[in-house]
């Protein structure tokens, strides 16, 4: 049985289908030695396919186990794998495989926290980002301007947009005081920067946005920011089942993992830890560089101070240092 090349390389950890088809058509995959067309299919999990010129281990159907992870992602960091400029991914805190890849489900933007979830399995990745499964994202949104139930109504109504018609599912007010106004919304799709943009239609501003939902997975406290926690196989197949995908039998957590989860302090103390390395990493090059400038500057001061010494001082030079030196004394007189 054949399947399709971006199927087969989206299960084995290889990226999402579009991610994969992009490859494809960039020309960076190839099959026993050919470069792949999109629309190629397999029929042989032991033919070579090579992405970027590195063999990449097939996956077949029954030998994959599903693995996703929830993800508190704070503001400023990016979610893209590789970053030209050195900043911070979401994929630099997520845990090493041996095999595969994450693939993140869906995106947030450098300044949306809360939610993001991963998964070993690409398929699954694709199905719950995909606008035909309308899977529920639910956001926190602090709002600067006035909000009036007109415009409430404008945004469940729906609102158009530059790339087509948008709208909430559902908006809910959690208060606020003064021109800063907190809702709770929901969208079903995942289109760039959807929720700023529905708002600013109605000509308020966001200044605050996290996601707190994804279908039926929530963003609770013991998870702190900056930290992930692997899901258990009944969340996992949970989503598989809303996309139609079968159940999983298997998971990677042990028995006594999942009876012993980690608390919030190990999480903080693991995310502690990884922003002393990165901040330590950063700063090394910078260090070492201050280092040698700050030794060279000391060993001239140092030859400049020797020089100082050698140098006998004489004439004038020697009264200015001691005025007193050559002065008579005052003669001693009894009174």
């Known amino acids: 049985m054949s399947e399709k090349l971006q199927k087969v390389l989206a299960?084995?950890?290889?990226?999402?289908?579009?991610?994969?088809?992009?490859?494809?058509?960039?020309?960076?995959?190839?099959?026993?030695?050919?470069?792949?067309?999109?629309?190629?299919?397999?029929?042989?999990?032991?033919?070579l396919v090579r992405i970027d010129g590195h063999k990449v281990d097939l996956v077949a159907l029954s030998d994959e186990v599903c693995r996703v992870l929830a993800y508190n992602k704070p503001e400023g960091e990016?979610?893209?794998?590789?970053?030209?400029?050195?900043?911070?991914?979401?994929?630099?805190?997520?845990?090493?495989?041996?095999?595969?890849?994450?693939?993140?489900?869906?995106?947030?933007?450098?300044?949306?926290?809360?939610?993001?979830?991963?998964?070993?399995?690409?398929?699954?990745?694709?199905?719950?980002?995909?606008?035909?499964?309308?899977?529920?994202?639910?956001?926190?949104?602090?709002?600067?301007?006035?909000?009036?139930?007109?415009?409430?109504?404008?945004?469940?109504?729906?609102?158009?947009?530059?790339?087509?018609?948008?709208?909430?599912?559902?908006?809910?007010?959690?208060?606020?005081?003064?021109?800063?106004?907190?809702?709770?919304?929901?969208?079903?799709?995942?289109?760039?920067?959807?929720?700023?943009?529905?708002?600013?239609?109605?000509?308020v501003t966001v200044s605050r946005l996290k996601r707190v939902r994804y279908g039926d997975i929530f963003l609770t406290k013991d998870l702190p920011r900056g930290g992930w926690m692997e899901l258990e196989l009944k969340e996992v197949n949970y989503l598989r089942e809303m996309v139609d995908l079968p159940a999983e039998s298997e998971t990677m957590l042990t028995v006594e993992g999942q009876k012993r989860k980690k608390g919030v302090r190990q999480i903080r103390r693991a995310v502690r830890r990884h922003e002393e390395r990165v901040s330590d990493d950063s700063q090394g090059r910078r260090g070492r560089k201050d280092q040698r400038r700050t030794t060279s500057r000391h060993q001239e001061t140092e030859s400049d101070n020797a020089q100082q010494r050698r140098r006998k001082p004489s004439g004038n030079a020697a009264n200015r240092r001691n005025p007193l030196k050559n002065k008579p004394a005052k003669p001693r007189s009894r009174k």
């Open 11 to 47: 299960r084995s950890g290889q990226g999402s289908r579009r991610e994969i088809e992009l490859m494809i058509q960039n020309g960076r995959v190839s099959i026993d030695g050919k470069v792949a067309k999109l629309g190629d299919r397999l029929e042989d999990l032991n033919a």
């Open 78 to 203: 990016l979610c893209t794998r590789h970053d030209p400029e050195g900043r911070r991914t979401v994929f630099d805190r997520l845990p090493r495989l041996t095999e595969g890849r994450w693939v993140s489900v869906g995106r947030l933007d450098a300044n949306t926290a809360g939610l993001l979830l991963f998964t070993t399995d690409g398929e699954l990745a694709n199905r719950l980002m995909h606008p035909s499964r309308s899977v529920q994202r639910e956001y926190m949104v602090r709002v600067f301007g006035e909000v009036t139930e007109e415009m409430v109504r404008n945004l469940v109504r729906g609102v158009e947009l530059e790339d087509g018609k948008a709208r909430f599912e559902d908006v809910v007010y959690a208060g606020g005081e003064g021109m800063n106004h907190t809702f709770y919304v929901v969208i079903t799709e995942g289109r760039n920067r959807e929720v700023r943009r529905l708002w600013d239609s109605q000509g």
